[in-house]
């Protein structure tokens, strides 16, 4: 029986990793709507400023226009120092530790599943032996019924890469 635990786990793994990135966008695409958000608010403050000062070049400007000017100018700076600050959270938030882990879970289960494939193949293999051994031995007890008795290789030849690959510990079959 073949164990699948390392490649079950490796399958939770990446799952869980998935889950980690998808956590990690949306907390990342939250950020970056803040950051949007701020400087949307920014350039409203600067177009309404540039209207005044049009107003203001043009010779309609109002009293009130110089203290809203003023007023934006604040706003502005407020809010450029907001958006310093969500810039800095949204570069903080950024997926790509947890896009990074889920390239390394997926590379791993992907040895995981090559590993348990040849481990499968091994076992087949071990089977056939197993049977390739039986019917030998059955070979040799049919042999010594017929007065076969001085060696199991005059009654039966093993194939020569069988033969090769046990003195050199190498396989390789040329057909």
């Known amino acids: 029986m073949i164990d699948t635990s390392y490649t079950e786990h490796m399958i939770e793994l990446v799952a869980s990793a998935r889950q980690e990135l998808a956590e990690a966008q949306t907390i990342h695409a939250q950020d970056a709507a803040e950051v949007a958000r701020l400087s949307d608010r920014i350039n409203d403050c600067r177009d309404r400023q540039a209207a005044i000062t049009g107003r203001r070049l043009s010779g309609k400007s109002t009293p009130e226009d110089a203290?809203?000017?003023a007023a934006l100018?604040?706003?502005?700076?407020?809010?450029?120092g907001l958006l310093a600050d969500a810039r800095a959270t949204a570069a903080a938030s950024s997926p790509e530790r947890q896009r990074s882990a889920l390239a390394h879970?997926?590379?791993?289960?992907k040895d995981a599943q090559a590993q348990a494939e040849f481990?499968?193949?091994v076992a087949h293999a071990r089977e056939v032996e197993a049977a390739y051994v039986a019917a030998l031995d059955?070979?040799?007890r049919e042999a010594r019924a017929l007065g076969h008795k001085r060696t199991f290789g005059e009654c039966y030849s093993i194939a020569e890469p069988i033969m090769?690959?046990?003195r050199q510990n190498f396989w390789?079959?040329?057909q």
Do not use: N
């Not at 100018?73 to 450029?80: A, E, K, Q, R, Y």
């Not at 879970?105 to 289960?109: N, V």
């Open 138 to 140: 059955r070979v040799w």
């Open 119 to 121: 481990d499968l193949i």
């Open 172 to 174: 390789e079959v040329t």
């Open 164 to 166: 090769a690959a046990c």
């Open 73 to 80: 100018s604040g706003d502005i700076s407020v809010l450029d």
């Open 105 to 109: 879970a997926e590379s791993a289960l």
């Open 67 to 69: 203290a809203e000017y």
